[in-house]
């Protein structure tokens, strides 16, 4: 299986260990603060979240999966009030701790959930997975026959790099 570390942090602000160097936003919390000088907004914000929403569904599309499993779900110990959560993604996170698998209509959802820290869980099929960390980082991997797909969603706007997700 190829992997691969899909961020909204170009690799050239990389120092030799790997670590992104400039100060930069890596979080939902971060929204209304002021990160390089720049004011994080929510429209803002979304336009990122919304790239990696669209390049998980795009993979799920181009290797024709319906639904994906879900494996190690975490619940966070929070209340959900994000006020800017639909309806669908509180119903949806409510009902992840009795789910096994979500269908791709429930995925952008999901994705969001997870970027925004509501909830935790890794995405897995036997043709690829999607794994969320810390700071905004998503790891993808995909099987060598599906490797085509990669090359249709690397337009995303985010940066992808040939690495091992450390969530297997």
């Not at 994000?82 to 979500?102: C, P, Y």
Request: aromatic fraction near 14%.
């Amino acid at each position: 299986m190829r992997e691969y570390r899909v961020t909204k942090f170009d690799p050239r602000y990389r120092n030799e260990y790997g670590h992104f160097i400039r100060d930069d936003w890596t979080s939902y919390g971060d929204v209304g603060k002021v990160c390089n000088g720049i004011l994080v907004t929510y429209e803002n914000y979304l336009k990122i979240e919304s790239q990696y929403v669209n390049t998980v569904v795009g993979v799920m599309n181009g290797i024709k999966m319906d639904e994906i499993s879900l494996v190690g779900h975490e619940r966070r110990h929070v209340k959900y009030n994000d006020k800017k959560a639909t309806k669908e993604m509180k119903k949806l996170n409510r009902s992840l701790i009795k789910r096994n698998a979500v269908y791709i209509s429930e995925v952008p959802d999901l994705c969001r959930l997870i970027l925004r820290g509501c909830t935790w869980v890794k995405m897995e099929s036997r043709k690829m997975f999607v794994h969320f960390g810390y700071d905004y980082y998503m790891y993808i991997g995909l099987e060598e026959q599906y490797e085509h797909v990669m090359g249709e969603v690397k337009n995303s706007g985010l940066f992808f790099e040939e690495m091992e997700s450390p969530y297997k």
